[in-house]
């Protein structure tokens, strides 16, 4: 039986990660967390029976009626995941908190010898070299959880990395593929978060409307495989049934295709190295099938071209794109900032910013304050009035 602890067990990729642990008799939850939603995490640990918990937010912490539920250990506080992976004994670590909140965990999960299961990307775009070093120095595993990275994973994996040339990343464009900058100055929150493929949470879902998910992305795949970014494509494919490709150096391309649905790339990495059925729609090619690809337009949408830029000067660069962006969507979402603005202090941040990489922890939580600090005087400068 694999022991599993799910961080960020209330959002999108906890309750599917959930779902597909119910169905498996291989698998059981030892620990759960959340950021403050602590109805449902209550009601996750009491249908699994898990005792363990961690809450991010002090004062939703404090609500748990512990009086009904003695048997329960709650940690609380910026650091309480973390404590959930150092205290709890598990054998793999699902992270799926979202933001630089996230870095602190998967970091304690390696330094304790554990494989990661990682949907928190930014474990890798804000310290992809501390986080790549400390899991070969403690033999852990990392087990992307993106549908984009599993299907690279398993790609690479099938291929071997001396055959191949270069990587694809597939994007559906999200709900602004095809508009010009015109058109998106007035674009509203709702039409940000209507994505047309998949359901997310809403900071992932506006990271995609930006583009910058993808730019994070390409991030991610530098670290996860070892490719310089100029090797690292990105193409749009609205359909979003072809996740990921590879280029041989013969000329050939490797494709994985799929219906768009989380809970298989997350039961891929939960059972790891196995494979297990999942009860998924099947995509069915013999109905006409039609897929479109097209370069992304990045003088419309920037932030796959500023990732690459932050990428090439090191985590220290790409900690303060992330930090940047988490604080400029953030302003998006409560309609204090114009969308294209997001990318407008992503970039004015990126200007101001050092390069090189980090040798603990400590250095990118001063970076990542540093830049969410600068992040939002821009955003107040570049606030709709």
């Not at 010009?180 to 994505?195: F, G, I, N």
């Not at 962006?325 to 941040?349: C, D, H, K, Q, Y």
Request: hydrophobic letters at 50%.
């Amino acid at each position: 039986m694999k022991r599993v602890i799910v961080l960020g067990a209330t959002g999108s990729i906890g309750v599917q990660a959930l779902r597909v642990i119910a169905a498996s008799s291989d698998l059981c939850v030892v620990g759960l967390s959340c950021d403050r939603n602590v109805t449902l995490l209550l009601e996750q640990a009491v249908s699994l029976g898990v005792a363990d918990l961690a809450v991010a937010d002090e004062g939703a912490a404090a609500t748990v009626p512990v009086s009904l539920y003695p048997e329960l250990q709650v940690r609380s506080g910026a650091g309480a995941a973390a404590g959930l992976v150092r205290e709890v004994d598990a054998d793999l670590i699902l992270n799926g908190i979202v933001g630089f909140a996230g870095l602190e965990s998967t970091l304690a999960a390696l330094e304790s010898g554990r494989s990661v299961a990682l949907a928190n990307k930014e474990s890798l775009v804000c310290a992809g070299s501390l986080v790549r070093y400390l899991a070969e120095r403690k033999g852990a595993s990392i087990l992307p959880v993106d549908s984009e990275h599993s299907a690279l994973f398993q790609l690479v994996g099938a291929a071997g990395t001396a055959a191949i040339e270069s990587l694809v990343i597939t994007a559906s464009g999200g709900p602004f593929r095809g508009w010009d900058r015109d058109a998106l100055v007035p674009v509203t929150k709702e039409q940000a978060l209507a994505h047309p493929t998949w359901s997310m949470g809403e900071k992932i879902t506006v990271d995609s409307a930006t583009l910058m998910n993808k730019g994070l992305e390409v991030i991610e795949a530098h670290h996860l495989f070892g490719l310089d970014y100029a090797d690292i494509e990105v193409l749009l494919h609205p359909q979003s049934l072809v996740h990921a490709l590879v280029r041989m150096r013969d000329g050939a391309l490797l494709a994985h295709l799929g219906m768009p649905d989380m809970r298989v790339p997350i039961a891929y990495a939960l059972h790891y190295p196995e494979r297990v059925p999942v009860a998924v729609e099947r995509l069915d090619l013999s109905q006409g099938v039609a897929l479109e690809f097209a370069a992304p337009d990045e003088d419309t949408f920037p932030a796959i071209r500023l990732a690459r830029e932050a990428g090439t000067r090191g985590d220290r660069t790409t900690c303060a794109l992330s930090a940047a962006n988490e604080v400029a969507v953030r302003a998006f979402l409560r309609g204090s900032l114009p969308f294209l603005g997001i990318t407008a202090v992503v970039e004015e941040v990126l200007q101001a910013s050092d390069s090189g990489s980090f040798g603990a922890y400590e250095e990118a939580v001063a970076v990542d304050r540093w830049a969410r600090r600068l992040a939002e005087g821009a955003c107040v400068e570049k606030q709709i009035r």
